[in-house]
């Protein structure tokens, strides 16, 4: 069973605070990350990391910066936030370059964060 | 580039129904396939995968066969049951990451 965390579950915030969205993983896995899912289900790598001190930003640009300091955790910052913003965000984790090379491409899914700037 | 193209939904059927959701995928290479399900208010769980041509990915009655020729991995189940009610994504891995298809949501009543 797959052991990766997200908190807040569900938050609600004002225009222009800044928040920051937790990852955690316990698995040891070497990549992460960061999809924003929108109302109509469609997913969205946003940021994704292939280790510590690695970030990369994904297909879809996003306003939000990430960081990986430590292996397991994998945050995600919104400096102000916008009703724009509204939407889940999902985080995720894959083996590493030590896994087989077909298995590394499998992704598990934290239970995610919704959302909402009023 | 590489992409996923699911059927549209939502899909509603009765319960005991035969369930198929068609997938098709363009991809250079031979990239691995995936059904991943979501449930309300969850994040995804991978529910099968294939890592080469003629492969069959199978759980909780759920299949599906990775077909080359047909560059297609459709998931099917022989019958379904209210409590597989979800959105269902299939993905294939390419370029190190996986892309996802749309997503069919399933709605299945009693």
């Known amino acids: 069973e797959a052991d990766i965390y997200q908190t807040p579950r569900y938050l609600v915030i004002g225009t222009g605070k800044k928040i920051t969205l937790e990852c955690s993983q316990t698995?040891?896995?070497?990549?992460m990350y960061w999809y924003q899912q929108d109302p109509g289900m469609e997913l969205h790598l946003i940021h994704y990391?292939?280790?510590?001190?690695?970030?990369e930003k994904g297909d879809l640009s996003s306003e939000s910066t990430v960081s990986r300091i430590r292996t397991e955790h994998f945050p995600l910052t919104l400096e102000s936030a916008r009703p724009s913003h509204t939407s889940q965000y999902l985080c995720?984790?894959?083996?590493?370059?030590?896994?087989?090379?077909?298995?590394?491409?499998?992704?598990?899914f934290g239970p995610g964060t919704r959302l909402t700037v009023t | 580039g590489d992409s996923v193209t699911q059927m549209e939904g939502p899909v509603t059927l009765s319960e005991e129904a035969f369930l198929t959701i068609n997938c098709t995928y363009t991809?250079?290479?031979?990239?691995?396939l995936f059904w991943y399900v979501q449930y309300p208010g969850e994040g995804l769980q991978l529910l099968l995968k294939?890592?080469?041509?003629?492969d069959k990915g199978s759980n909780k009655g759920f299949e599906a066969t990775y077909r080359k020729e047909t560059t297609s991995f459709h998931l099917e189940k022989g019958s379904v049951q209210v409590s597989d009610s979800a959105v269902y994504f299939c993905?294939?891995?390419?370029?190190?990451?996986?892309?996802f298809g749309q997503g069919t949501e399933l709605s299945v009543k009693p």
């Open positions: 990391s292939y280790g510590v001190n690695s970030t």
């Open positions: 993905a294939l891995s390419g370029g190190g990451k996986l892309i």
């Open positions: 995720a984790s894959s083996e590493g370059t030590g896994a087989s090379y077909r298995s590394s491409y499998e992704q598990y």
């Open positions: 294939a890592t080469k041509a003629d």
């Open positions: 698995m040891g896995h070497d990549k």
């Open positions: 991809a250079t290479g031979y990239p691995s």
